[in-house]
C-alpha cells in the first residue's frame, strides 16, 4: 500500500508565498514520476506541476510558470512545490499524486496517476 500525504497549505494573502510538501510510503519512490494537481470545487481537476523521477526534468502548466517550483528528494520520499507571487486565482485544494512507469511517464495526465493523496487547501486572499 502506498500512501501519499501532503501538508503544508493554508491562508496567505497575495504576493505572499507557501510551500507544500509531499511524502510518499515505500521502496519505491525514486521510479516514481509525482505530480501537484489542484481543483477547485465544481470544477475539473488541473495539472500543476510535474518532475520526473531523478528530479532531472520538471513541467508546468503556463498560468504558474515562473512563480512555482516543484523539487524532490528521493533520500527523504518527498516531493515539494514552492510556491510564490501567489494570486487568489490559484486559490484550490492541491493535491500529490504518483505515477508509477508504465512504458512511458505521461506528466500532465491526473488518469496516469495511481497513488494520490487527500489533499491540502490553499487559499490566497486579494
Known amino acids: 500500500q502506498v500512501h501519499v500525504v501532503e501538508s503544508g497549505g493554508g491562508l496567505v494573502q497575495a504576493g505572499g508565498s507557501l510551500r507544500l510538501s509531499c511524502t510518499v510510503s515505500g521502496r519505491s519512490f525514486n521510479t516514481y514520476a509525482m505530480g501537484w494537481f489542484r481543483q477547485v470545487s465544481g470544477k475539473e481537476r488541473e495539472f500543476v506541476a510535474a518532475?520526473?523521477?531523478?528530479?532531472?526534468?520538471?513541467y508546468y502548466t503556463d498560468s504558474v510558470k515562473g512563480r512555482f517550483t516543484i523539487s524532490r528528494d528521493n533520500a527523504k520520499n518527498t516531493v515539494y512545490l514552492q510556491m510564490n507571487s501567489l494570486k487568489p486565482e490559484d486559490t484550490a485544494h492541491y493535491y500529490c499524486?504518483?505515477?508509477?512507469?508504465?512504458?512511458?511517464?505521461?506528466?500532465?495526465?491526473?488518469?496516469?496517476?495511481?497513488?494520490w493523496g487527500q489533499g491540502t487547501q490553499v487559499t490566497v486572499s486579494s
Open positions: 518532475i520526473s523521477p531523478s528530479g532531472v526534468t520538471t
Open positions: 499524486a504518483a505515477q508509477y512507469y508504465s512504458g512511458n511517464y505521461y506528466y500532465q495526465d491526473y488518469q496516469r496517476y495511481a497513488y
